[in-house]
């Protein structure tokens, strides 16, 4: 395929087929799946290595999301580390219920911290199949993406001058607060949006679990969760005001409530620790229509956000990963445009799925606190109804799995 035709320091302008912004797990896996087609590619990335390869971010994987990676050479780190995890535990009215959603599917979760992936994505692409990344650029912009000859200019951090890359595609991967989604004309683009009006304080401990799986805990107080990540760092969530304050939440008031949200019958005592992230995120998603403007493919965060009630968004962006990077080294390799046209709507199909499933489990999980006693009552009716009826058990299964979206 094509080289780049000139230095990154340079000023005449380079050539790549592929341009991708962002080194996310949705821009790496797109740019590894190009380069072991032999297609050429350059990565951009406003942050530097380390910084994203310790950012700290989502850590469940679903099982098919592992299994595409596995396809493309992309798990072996994973499958040799990752914990599995088959069931989750809810505990709500002062009583622990297990669900053994495992024995319902035969699939199972891997929780493999997002940055580890990120790491191992990363020395794939560039130390071993040799793929250009550039990190820490600025101001990146995109030209003349509904011409077929686009073009993605950025300024170099060792220089500051502005580098020109001209390009065929350009893949937009670069998250929520990315430039490639501001690049599509307003009065083209449809965001549909959704607040929940609800905050979580992300907490990350350095404590190992209190329970082998994933908590819920369903209060009249709020929610919380434990969500384990290692055997000596569990992340913790709390229900709390939108724009809430983490200085709010010193050690001792977060640790009683998770006590309070997360006390069952039986339930062994939390194991306490130093608290070493405190954030607090407001809960909404947001969906972009049309994900493809011209030569710019939308991916990951970029087209779309969904909050992190039920651990989809890393998920979604790998969904949207393989197939771009599928359908762009098709097109480039044999000239087959059957998936680069199909692409915005195979990866909306996900999407809609995902962000009604967390908005169902939403009600769930905070129904309980709405200061609400219909809502109250309805949220503790859909809990019951997942011990005492095994359809209603077995299609919570597979949406919480994603083995319901067979796209």
């Known amino acids: 395929m094509t080289r780049a035709s000139a230095s990154a320091n340079s000023g005449a302008p380079q050539r790549f087929p592929v341009v991708v912004v962002g080194a996310g797990p949705a821009g790496l896996t ?23 390869e310790r950012r700290p971010r989502a850590g469940v994987i679903e099982e098919w999301a592992v299994r595409g990676l596995e396809k493309r050479g992309l798990a072996r780190n994973l499958l ?36 580890l992936l990120v790491t191992d994505l990363v020395r ?52 929520a607060r990315g430039m490639t989604r501001a690049s599509l004309p307003p009065e083209r683009a449809r965001i549909a949006r959704h607040d929940y009006g609800i905050g979580w304080l992300a907490l990350l401990a350095e404590a ?25 760092v569990t992340r913790y969530y709390l229900q709390c005001p939108p724009g809430d304050d983490p200085e709010n939440w010193p050690h001792e008031r977060v640790w009683a409530e998770l006590r309070e949200r997360l006390g069952a019958a039986g339930a062994a005592p939390l194991t306490e620790g130093r608290l070493i992230e405190k954030r607090v995120l407001d809960m909404h998603d947001y969906v972009v229509e049309p994900m493809v403007h011209g030569r710019l493919f939308l991916a990951g965060d970029a087209a779309h956000l969904v909050a992190p009630i039920a651990a989809k968004g890393m998920n979604l962006a790998l969904h949207d990963a393989f197939l771009l990077g599928d359908a762009l080294a ?24 995902y962000q009604e499933f967390s908005q169902w489990l939403s009600e769930v999980y905070h ?20 011990f005492t009826s095994r359809t209603a058990a077995a ?13």
């Not at 805990?217 to 384990?228: I, L, N, V």
């Not at 044999?334 to 999407?351: E, F, I, K, M, N």
Request: aromatic content about 10%.
């Open 30 to 52: 797109v740019g590894n799946i190009l380069r072991a087609a032999s297609v050429d590619c350059l990565v951009l990335e406003t942050e530097t290595r380390e910084f994203i």
């Open 80 to 115: 040799d580390r990752a914990e599995l995890h088959s069931a989750c535990e809810f505990r709500f009215d002062g009583e622990r219920y297990r669900f053994a959603y495992g024995e319902l599917t035969g699939s199972h979760h891997f929780v493999y911290p997002q940055p």
């Open 124 to 175: 794939e692409y560039a130390d071993v199949r040799g793929g250009d990344i550039r990190f820490g650029v600025r101001d990146v912009r995109l030209h003349d993406l509904d011409t077929d000859r686009p073009s993605v200019s950025y300024r170099c951090p060792g220089t500051g001058e502005r580098q020109v890359v001209e390009c065929d595609f350009v893949a937009g991967c670069d998250g």
């Open 208 to 232: 190992p679990p209190s329970a082998d799986c994933v908590l819920f805990g369903c209060h009249a107080r709020g929610f919380a969760g434990q969500m384990p990540r290692s055997p000596q």
């Open 330 to 353: 098709a097109h480039l390799t044999t000239g087959d445009d059957g998936g680069l046209a199909g692409y915005a709507q195979a990866c909306l199909r996900r999407v809609w799925d």
């Open 367 to 386: 129904g309980t606190a709405a200061g609400d006693p219909f809502r109250a009552g309805t949220a503790l009716a859909r809990l019951r109804r997942l």
């Open 395 to 407: 299609a919570f299964a597979e949406q919480y799995l994603g083995t319901a979206a067979r796209y």
